[in-house]
Structures are given as C-alpha cells and as structure tokens.
C-alpha cells in the first residue's frame, strides 16, 4: 500500500501548478483561484483563532509543492515543511528558494523522529490526512501530530458527496473531532469550501 500511494503521488508532482496537489475533477482554471482562496481563508482563520504567528515555530505536515509553507515562514520564525514525496519535497525548496527559515524533510507524518525535531508552537496540517488509508498509519500519525505541539491546525476535505478516489478517504468532522483527544476542538469552520467541496478548517487545543 506505501509503494502504491508514494508511487501515485510521485507522478503527481509531475504535474504543473497546483495541480499536483488538487483535484482533476476541476479546471487548471477553478484550482489556481481555489488554491489562492483557501492560503487567504487559511492564514485569516489562524490570525482570528490562533493569533500572530511571529516567533512561532511551525510544523507543517504533507507540504506539497510549498504554498502554505511560504505563507507560514513569511510570517513565523521557522518552518520545518514535510512531505514523503521527493518530487514535492523538490517543488516546494524551488518556491520558497528565496526564504531561509524552512527546513525540510522527506518522511511520512507516522516515521517522524519527534524527539530529534523538539517542541513546536503549531502543528499545520492541510489535505494530507485523507490519503492516509491505512488506518494504523493514520493513528500513528496523529501520535506524531498530538506530542509534537500543544496547537494544532487541520483542514480536510471531509465526507460530502464528491466522488473519492482510491487515494483518498473522507472521514466526518465529528471523526476527526474524537480522533484527536484529548486534545479540544477551539476553533472551527464549517462553511469552507474548496471549488465545490468541503473543507472544514479545525483548530485543536492541548487539555491540560
């Protein structure tokens, strides 16, 4: 299932644009104007339920070709950007070339050496969870994501109507609401959308 999924999303960063990271169902056209959308509803949603993110030292897991990377270091004190996929991983250093507070690993969320990485302020995930299918992989990468920062932001695309693909699964909002205990739920959105699908932005508080 690894070979399989790494595979896929090898090819895909082969594709040009935003593309390599949304959907096909929509023109090159809808995701440029969806992507630039959702770095704004994103970076604003943090700004209102987070706050600032200066001096922040941010986690961002599954960064694809660096959009939200450079959003994120631009206005923090330091990125440390993931992906397993070293297409994307290649994509994302040529974007964000002229920013030096990135650092960036290959590896999946679920092999993450915590303990080497330290503490962060947030952890920063976005439409990277849903293709995660193997739901022990998908449980150990919440371990890495829980212990790694006492904030941690998500947006999913989550179970509507829209046709999945064999790379992904949509979980429901209230899944990924239990899943992440004992952390609390602080801040949501549910009316975010993504060209015609939903994505809901979520942000997790540590219970202390």
Request: glycine fraction near 4%.
């Amino acid at each position: 299932m690894a070979d399989f999924i790494r595979e896929e999303w090898q090819k895909r960063s082969r594709r040009n644009g935003v593309v390599a990271v949304m959907s096909a169902r929509h023109t090159h056209k809808e995701n440029e104007i969806a992507s630039e959308k959702m770095k704004r509803d994103i970076m604003n949603f943090l700004e209102r339920n987070y706050g600032p993110l200066d001096n922040k030292r941010i986690l961002e897991l599954g960064c694809g070709i660096g959009r939200f990377t450079r959003e994120l270091a631009l206005k923090s004190r330091g990125v440390v950007a993931v992906d397993m996929t070293p297409g994307m991983i290649e994509k994302a250093k040529a974007y964000t070339s002229d920013i030096k507070n990135i650092t960036y690993i290959t590896s999946k969320i679920s092999e993450l050496d915590v303990d080497s990485l330290g503490q962060f302020d947030l952890v920063f995930e976005a439409i990277t969870l849903l293709h995660i299918l193997d739901e022990a992989e998908y449980k150990r990468s919440l371990g890495v994501m829980k212990s790694s920062a006492p904030y941690i932001f998500i947006c999913e695309h989550m179970a509507d109507n829209a046709p999945v693909s064999q790379y992904s699964r949509l979980r429901a909002f209230e899944e990924y609401e239990n899943d992440f205990h004992p952390f609390k739920l602080a801040s949501y959105d549910k009316n975010h959308y993504c060209v015609t699908d939903w994505f809901p932005l979520m942000l997790f508080k540590r219970s202390h």
